[in-house]
């Protein structure tokens, strides 16, 4: 599963402003709401109530907020650059500036997982998030998302 088959067309910010995880979390909702058309505040409560069972702060100044909900009818996602690093309580303790909102629907059990590691796998390549980091705008952080893992073996 790529990246590309996740993120629709305008599902991804190149610059968002958020000072903390929260701020973080309602900006990709809003942001789901417009590349998704989903109602925002049900995402952002659902992924809230994710948040509560444990950090979705992998580390390398990467989260991977998820939730399952039936405001989706497959796996998808939007993803954000913040202008600043905000904390998500990662096990590395540093702060994260590159986010991936997951949203998969409430029996996608097996498709849920799998496109949680591959986003992971990708996010894993330090060379990927130095790219991810240096793209100049939304178009080009697009293209590294939507090409920069179809050679990683899943």
Request: glycine share 8%; with cysteine.
């Amino acid at each position: 599963m790529a990246l590309s088959t996740l993120i629709p067309p305008g599902g991804v910010s190149a610059e968002l402003a958020a000072t903390s995880r929260k701020q973080a979390l309602v900006g990709l909702a809003e942001l789901a709401e417009r590349a998704l058309g989903v109602s925002a505040r049900p995402v952002l409560d659902a992924v809230i109530e994710r948040e509560k069972l444990g950090s979705t702060g992998v580390g390398d100044g990467v989260a991977i907020p998820h939730a399952r909900t039936d405001l989706v009818d497959r796996v998808c996602g939007v993803f954000a650059r913040l202008k600043n690093p905000v904390d998500f309580d990662a096990i590395d303790g540093q702060p994260a500036d590159l986010i991936f909102l997951l949203l998969a629907p409430e029996d996608a059990g097996a498709d849920h997982l799998k496109a949680l590691a591959q986003v992971s796998r990708f996010f894993r390549r330090e060379e990927l998030r130095r790219a991810v980091r240096a793209a100049p705008d939304a178009d080009a952080v697009a293209a590294l998302l939507n090409n920069g893992v179809e050679s990683d073996a899943a």
